[in-house]
């Protein structure tokens, strides 16, 4: 598609979320169609129609590619991936890390610029994940939570694996309860941490970190997964953020009071879905530690990656 490159400026898009208090506050996705096998809306679920724009780096679009990997649905939409670069001028196409597709769709060299041609007055964050309809010639939607909804429950018909079931019906409303309070104060709790203007406002965000840690710790004492012994979305959404914990949040974001590594059954359960065929495929450690430590100059100005530390997520992790 041939659209010049845009010379509005994306703003990082943590600094443009920071309130008067000195605490990040997350803004909304904006875009949040949605896509339905009944027909009910204008996007209906087709192999080959859909495309996904993400980061490897990024644990919400983390979570996107692991469910369309479990869901047996890479051949039916395809991925490209930004450089794991966050630049003061947004997520870029260029290819610094092996792993960086460059555009292959549109042949944009920014992510904003896909973010325009859905909305040519777009002001606002951009964002990975990005699901984008071909046909359409738009996103169309660009909430992650949302998006693994859509892979889980409207492309049985063209998915290879159409028999899992990420969010079952019996287990709904205790997973949409760890869901909320897993968002609030992990997920997304860690980067209240990272990104705090002022003391205050980073102690209590750490001090809600480690006290959900410590009640995820108990839950997994008596159950291999977070609503009993059954796999779901809860447990995709909660490990992407235990992956990075050591290797990036513990250091970069300051939440340091304890390691995923010292948890024994939190270490054992991020080893345990890392080994979950598939799930490994999807994990790119280098795109991960370059993003976090390469775009945040203003916590880490020279941008050192660090070397360590070692983690073997590969070891026997003893919750069969």
């Known amino acids: 598609m041939n659209k010049p490159v ?18 990040f506050v997350r803004k909304d996705a904006v875009f949040r169609s949605w896509i339905r096998a009944d027909g009910s809306t204008g996007f209906t679920p087709a192999a080959g129609r859909y495309h996904l724009y993400v980061s490897l780096a990024c644990p919400w679009a983390h979570r996107t590619l692991i469910v369309r990997k479990l869901k047996g649905l890479e051949h039916a939409i395809s991925v490209d991936v930004v450089d794991p670069l966050l630049t003061d001028r947004g997520w870029t196409f260029k290819q610094s890390s092996p792993g960086a597709t460059g555009d292959t769709l549109n042949g944009f060299e920014r992510l904003r610029q896909v973010y325009e041609v859905a909305d040519p007055g777009y002001e606002g964050v951009v964002t990975v994940p990005v699901l984008w309809d071909k046909q359409g010639n738009t996103i169309v939607n660009n909430e992650s939570s949302e998006i693994i909804r859509i892979f889980n429950n409207e492309f049985q018909g063209v998915a290879h694996n159409p028999g899992l079931d990420l969010y079952p019906e019996s287990l ?7 869901n909320q309070w897993i968002y609030d104060d992990i997920n997304n709790g860690v980067y209240r941490a990272g990104f705090a203007r002022t003391q205050a406002v980073y102690s209590t965000a750490v001090r809600s970190v480690f006290a959900a840690l410590d009640r995820v710790e108990s839950m997994l004492g008596k ?3 977070l609503c009993g012994d059954t796999f779901t979305e809860a447990d995709i959404r909660l490990f992407v953020t235990l992956l ?18 010292d948890y024994s059954n939190l270490w054992g359960y991020t080893r345990d879905i890392y080994q979950r065929p598939g799930i490994a495929e999807t994990v790119n450690m280098e795109h991960i530690k370059r993003h976090y ?25 003893g919750r069969g």
């Open 172 to 178: 709904r409303t205790a997973i949409d309860e760890c």
């Open 6 to 23: 845009s010379d509005k400026p994306a703003g990082n898009t943590w600094s443009r979320q920071i309130d008067g208090t000195g605490e």
């Open 293 to 317: 430590f390469e775009s945040h100059r203003h916590m880490n100005p020279y941008g050192i990656v660090p070397e360590g530390p070692v983690l073997d997520f590969t070891a026997p992790h």
């Open 223 to 225: 159950s291999r997964y």
């Open 244 to 261: 990075r914990f050591d290797a990036v949040y513990v250091t970069h974001f300051k939440c340091n009071i304890r390691r995923i590594v």
